[in-house]
């Protein structure tokens, strides 16, 4: 995202964008990828009300949030983009409130990833998961990526 300290990312986060909403697809390779055709989208506000389940010490994915929405609502999977946007929204509106705050930081990308779209970037993200006990990697050497030591150990399960 560009431009957040112009943005209201709270307002934001409490628009539904007319969510939750199911879809059809048809494309038979995205059908084949995500093991089936009901394809769900939640809206921004929910991706924010998990993410602050995660208690300290724990991480989750937004995998596995969308794995979580999509059992919930009875569809085959939960849109990846939108995810990944509301995630980073949920985050930022957090860093702007100054109380009720999200701990966003907990929640990584897919295999542990750090998220650089976060506030304060990968840096920021590394020093709060380290302060509760996590060990952060590097992979690559070209595109070097942040990763959450063991993640899995650590991986909040939703119920």
């Known amino acids: 995202?560009?431009?957040?300290?112009?943005k209201d990312f709270n307002a934001m986060l409490h628009d539904s964008k007319d969510m939750p909403k199911f879809q059809t697809i048809t494309d038979e390779k995205s059908i084949e990828k995500y093991g089936g055709?009901?394809?769900?989208f939640a809206p921004p506000i929910d991706y924010d009300r998990i993410m602050k389940c995660v208690p300290y010490g724990k991480?989750?994915?937004v995998?596995?949030?969308?794995?979580y929405f999509a059992e919930q609502n009875g569809a085959d999977f939960t849109e990846p983009i939108t995810a990944?946007?509301?995630?980073s929204i949920a985050a930022w509106a957090s860093y702007q409130r100054s109380?009720?705050?999200?701990?966003?930081?907990?929640?990584?990308k897919a295999n542990g990833e750090?998220?650089?779209k976060y506030p304060g970037g990968i840096e920021a993200q590394k020093e709060k998961l380290e302060a509760e006990g996590h060990t952060i990697i590097q992979r690559g050497r070209k595109n070097i990526s942040y990763y959450v030591k063991d993640y899995e150990k650590?991986?909040?399960e939703l119920n």
């Open 1 to 6: 995202m560009a431009n957040e300290d112009k």
């Open 37 to 40: 055709d009901r394809m769900y």
């Open 59 to 61: 991480v989750i994915t």
């Open 63 to 67: 995998g596995k949030i969308r794995d």
């Open 84 to 87: 990944g946007i509301f995630v």
């Open 99 to 108: 109380e009720d705050e999200t701990p966003y930081w907990r929640t990584l």
């Open 114 to 116: 750090l998220n650089a």
């Open 154 to 156: 650590a991986m909040f």
